[in-house]
């Protein structure tokens, strides 16, 4: 029984993924990998980014090929008479919990996966309950979990070569890398976009062509105006040092990252004074279905630019091209890639990551990461970054094994939206297995010292590494 409907589930995917790629139509196993990655909490799936690289969202996906498979096996073990009512009932309840709604998608699976399930034949009784697998099945569920992870491997590697490459358009200040602070303490003053975290909620992100891409403004549905990509970068663009922290960080991770970035404000592009008085938020929409709203305040002031640039070039695919929004008040979930829509709306939009129950709010935590320790005659050395949002960093202090703190040296921040490097010396602690680091934001409020869960509204907590040998 298990090799048939694991046979069938293949059949079914086959064809699903034949008319996914003829006819552009949603991948049902990657909805499945991208509802299982958004509810995978980070402490296991940051490990696993960091550990799989560029096969992790693949892996991911083979978890679509299960829900699937066992969706099959349901329905194979019914009645041949109750078959196709028992493919109904699965897909709309599939669509229920995972929002795949693609009726043609659900039809090129089903169809030839009931048509192997009948015409496949039934060998023996079925395997008792906790019998362990054949070699057939074994080698059936093996060699499809393979096909789908590569298949959705391969799948992005081409769209990553079709995707339009960066070119240049603002150059990044000079003098940047002049003189050295932290003597290899710390971490790169800019990060490179090749170093430059990438998080997504899609299995396979989207490759858009600038030539028939339009950013489109609305007001309630009513289209307003919109512009072509070449439109947007003949405007005039602003440049700043903005920090990026995401908000699957723990404690103990650091995906942060500083870059220069190029581009564009709001009233650029529409007018306050033409948005009716009911209009309440600016709802931010990806063209991968991502979305995120912003109060009307905030989306106007100069804290927020639409950027077309980065580091010196225009956007890539994993960073966002052609335009994204930088909040840096928020954790990375708000600043959303790939904008297809501004839309101004009367009542309160929820988002992607709110309708998961995070807040709406996600305002960067004061915190901090210890980059490098190191000992040396009797002391210890050590440098990091500390990163508060848009309220900057007053003082950071580091202490061995709950000792006294005692002040790090700053490093200018490049502006007041990204981090602050500094180093620091502890004296007559080598025996030390512990260093904390805590840092004092621009408004005098010092790093918790007490963590709190990431959901819903991002960790918060201690910065604390072992030196321990």
């Known amino acids: 029984m298990r090799l048939r409907s694991s046979i069938a589930t293949l059949a079914g995917l086959a064809v699903h993924d034949a008319g996914a790629y003829l006819f552009g139509l949603p991948f049902w196993t990657d909805t499945i990998a991208e509802w299982i990655m958004a509810r995978t909490p980070s402490r296991w799936a940051v490990p696993l980014l960091e550990i799989f690289g560029p096969w992790a969202k693949p892996f991911a996906v083979t978890g679509g090929l299960a829900t699937l498979g066992f969706a099959v096996l349901l329905v194979a073990l019914l009645r041949r008479r109750w078959m196709w009512p028992g493919a109904v009932v699965a897909s709309l309840a599939l669509s229920n919990i995972f929002g795949y709604w693609s009726l043609a998608g659900q039809m090129l699976f089903w169809v030839p996966a009931i048509t192997a399930l009948l015409v496949l034949p039934r060998r023996g009784a079925p395997a008792p309950a ?22 959705s491997y391969l799948r992005n590697r081409s769209l990553a070569r079709r995707a339009v490459k960066p070119t240049a358009l603002a150059p990044l200040p000079p003098g940047l890398n002049r003189g050295s602070f932290g003597d290899g303490l710390v971490r790169k003053r800019i990060t490179p976009v090749s170093e430059f975290y990438g998080m997504s909620k899609n299995a ?29 970068l003949s405007l005039p663009r602003t440049a700043r040092f903005v920090t990026l922290r995401c908000i699957s960080n723990t404690l103990k991770s650091d995906l942060m990252g500083t870059a220069h970035w190029s581009g564009i404000y709001l009233n650029q592009l529409l007018d306050q004074r033409e948005l009716s008085a009911g209009i309440v938020e600016m709802a931010v929409i990806g063209i991968d279905g991502h979305g995120d709203s912003f109060s009307l305040d905030y989306a106007f002031s100069n804290d927020t630019i639409f950027a077309l640039g980065m580091n010196g070039e225009t956007l890539n695919r994993t960073h966002g091209f052609p335009i994204r929004i930088l909040t840096p008040r928020y954790y990375g979930l708000k600043n959303v890639k790939w904008i297809s829509e501004l839309a101004f709306v009367s009542k309160p939009y929820t988002g992607t990551w709110p309708k998961l129950g995070y807040t709406k709010e996600p305002v ?22 500390s990163f508060a949002g848009s309220r900057g960093i007053r003082a950071v202090q580091i202490r061995a094994d709950h000792g006294p703190w005692v002040d790090a040296t700053l490093e200018p921040a490049l502006s007041e939206y990204a981090l602050t490097r500094w180093v620091a010396e502890l004296q007559a602690v080598a025996s030390a297995g512990m260093i904390e680091a805590r840092a004092q934001d621009g408004l005098g409020a010092w790093q918790s010292d007490v963590e709190t869960p990431l959901f819903p509204n991002g960790v918060d907590g201690p910065t604390i590494r072992s030196i321990s040998s």
């Open 364 to 385: 960067i935590h004061t915190a901090s990461h210890i980059d490098r320790v190191e000992r040396t005659q009797g002391r210890i050395r050590c440098g990091g970054a």
């Open 130 to 151: 906790g019998a362990g697998l054949s070699r057939r099945e074994a080698f059936a569920m093996v060699g499809g979990t393979a096909a789908v992870a590569v298949e």
């Open 204 to 232: 396979v992100d989207p490759v858009i062509d600038p030539a028939t891409w339009r950013l489109k403004i609305t007001r309630d549905g009513t289209p307003v105006r919109e512009f072509t990509y070449a439109e947007l």
